[in-house]
T-cell receptor
Framework: AQSVAQPEDQVNVAEGNPLTVKCTYSVSGNPYLFWYVQYPNRGLQFLLKYITGDNLVKGSYGFEAEFNKSQTSFHLKKPSALVSDSALYFCAVRDGNTGFQKLVFGTGTRLLVSP | DGGITQSPKYLFRKEGQNVTLSCEQNLNHDAMYWYRQDPGQGLRLIYYSQIVNDFQKGDIAEGYSVSREKKESFPLTVTSAQKNPTAFYLC?????????????FGPGTRLTVL
């Protein structure tokens, strides 16, 4: 069964500094990896995904994520954080085996960007 | 959130009552999903439907029921058998096909049991 770990409950960063939100995963087949963002009392917004190809994936709002197969990681990054990036971030994984495979979410990491 | 609507935004229920949460999508997606979100626990899958008139239980289906009579609609009923229904409920949809299949979410319904 697939699983996702987000080891940090909260990440604090100053505006203008680079940010990283960590995610590690476990699947039996090929991993399909996703990042979503959630603002208070709102649904999840899709940021980016890795299916295959380049290990560096670019997504919405200047975010990118680096897939590392040997470390089974898919960390979310942004070169320069904005106060408006403050939100709850979820990593998710789907097993690439054939047939329906559910999407499994991590417990979320709260990002707080200070002015 | 575009393309997926959930209503109501807030819902209050007395113990022993059944309530139904609405989810509608205009994305022409075949697959639809219901998740429950509790603080510190991420999202947990309640039910999913890959096609009209078919649905399957997810990880925490007990105390919930669904129907999928139309492609665009996937209502969730929280029954009195659900022991702790207070949570944030999220509906999602996707094409349900291919490696690049991506789920898109509605704005959510917050259910509170009084």
């Amino acid at each position: 069964a697939q699983s996702v770990a987000q080891p940090e409950d909260q990440v604090n960063v100053a505006e203008g500094n680079p940010l990283t939100v960590k995610c590690t995963y476990s699947v039996s087949g090929n991993p399909y990896l996703f990042w979503y963002v959630q603002y208070p009392n709102r649904g999840l917004q899709f940021l980016l995904k890795y299916i295959t190809g380049d290990n560096l994936v670019k997504g919405s709002y200047g975010f990118e994520a680096e897939f590392n197969k040997s470390q089974t990681s898919f960390h979310l990054k942004k070169p320069s954080a904005l106060v408006s990036d403050s939100a709850l971030y979820f990593c998710a994984v789907r097993d690439g085996n054939t047939g329906f495979q559910k999407l499994v979410f991590g417990t979320g990491t709260r990002l707080l960007v200070s002015p | 959130d575009g393309g997926i609507t959930q209503s109501p935004k807030y819902l209050f229920r007395k113990e022993g009552q059944n309530v139904t949460l609405s989810c509608e999508q205009n994305l022409n997606h075949d697959a639809m999903y219901w998740y429950r979100q509790d603080p510190g626990q991420g999202l947990r899958l309640i039910y999913y439907s890959q096609i009209v008139n078919d649905f399957q239980k997810g990880d925490i289906a007990e105390g919930y029921s669904v129907s999928r009579e139309k492609k665009e609609s996937f209502p969730l009923t929280v029954t009195s058998a659900q022991k702790n229904p207070t949570a944030f409920y999220l509906c999602a949809s996707s094409t349900g096909q291919g490696r690049t299949d991506t789920q898109y979410f509605g704005p959510g319904t917050r259910l509170t049991v009084l």
